[in-house]
């Protein structure tokens, strides 16, 4: 069975910095793609970030950009979203989500397609 667990959301003031963490188990693929989404208050879920197992491929939403940065460390099946200059737009649930079977360099271009959710994790930024 598949699990995504998130964790390392909270409350951080404009300008400060946050770093959640997904622990993936239940995998039993070579090729698969992490991403992160987001969804604030009265609006649709986002992509955010992706990477992908196989050539650490990512991507990023314009934005996010320069600002946040996702890595996977694979010895731990851990992948992190590192999000620096939190801005109050930022405030939302992040999910965790992963996607299973991906082509080679799922994320060079694009998010990744949802086969699996964690949780969410909320990250507040306030003004």
């Known amino acids: 069975e598949v699990q995504l667990v998130e964790s390392g959301g909270g409350l951080v003031q404009a300008g400060g910095s946050l770093r959640l963490s997904c622990a993936a188990s239940?995998?039993?693929?070579?090729?698969?793609?992490i991403g992160w989404f987001r969804q604030a208050p009265g609006k649709e879920r986002e992509g955010v970030s992706c990477?992908?197992?196989?050539?650490?491929?990512?991507y990023y939403a314009d934005s996010v950009k320069g600002r946040f940065t996702i890595s996977s460390d694979n010895a731990k099946n851990t992948v992190y979203l590192q999000m620096n200059s939190l801005k109050p737009e930022d405030t939302a649930v992040y999910y965790c989500a992963a996607e299973v079977l991906v082509p080679v360099g799922r994320c060079r271009a694009t998010m990744i397609l949802v086969d699996y959710w964690g949780q969410g994790t909320q990250v507040t930024v306030s003004s």
């Open positions: 990477i992908s197992s196989s050539d650490g491929s990512t």
């Open positions: 239940g995998f039993t693929f070579d090729d698969y793609a």
